[in-house]
Nanobody
Framework: QVQLVESGGGLVQAGGSLRLSCVVAGGTFSSYSVGWFRQAPGKEREFVAAVRWSGTTSYVDSVKGRFSISRDNTKNTMYLQMNTLKPEDTAVYYC??????????????????WGQGTQVTVSS
């Protein structure tokens, strides 16, 4: 059973930065592809970024150049560094593990496990 626990969300002004962390317990972290999704009020959950077990990264176009995903296999932890935040980045952010079925653009079609979510609010 894989368990994921996010931290690092909060309230920040537009243009600011936040770093989200997600600790993954259970299984072999280094063999997992992992990533982040988000869900804004009234909208469907959407893919944000992923880092595969090989280190290959992918991002949704709206965050390219502003967000950076990374992982530390020695700590079973993944990170999402979010810079130049915009009000439209406001959402609940979820980490996910055991991603599979990546499209050409790097979006996974299968998610094995989810975290509980952490709120990110960007004020204008």
């Amino acid at each position: 059973q894989v368990q994921l626990v996010e931290s690092g969300g909060g309230l920040v002004q537009a243009g600011g930065s936040l770093r989200l962390s997600c600790v993954v317990a259970g299984g072999t972290f280094s063999s997992y592809s992992v990533g982040w999704f988000r869900q804004a009020p009234g909208k469907e959950r959407e893919f944000v970024a992923a880092v595969r077990w090989s280190g290959t990264t992918s991002y949704v176009d709206s965050v390219k150049g502003r967000f950076s995903i990374s992982r530390d296999n020695t700590k079973n932890t993944m990170y999402l560094q979010m810079n130049t935040l915009k009000p439209e980045d406001t959402a609940v952010y979820y980490c996910a593990a055991a991603l599979r079925g990546f499209s050409v653009s790097g979006v996974p079609s299968y998610i094995g496990s989810w975290g509980q979510g952490t709120q990110v609010t960007v004020s204008s």
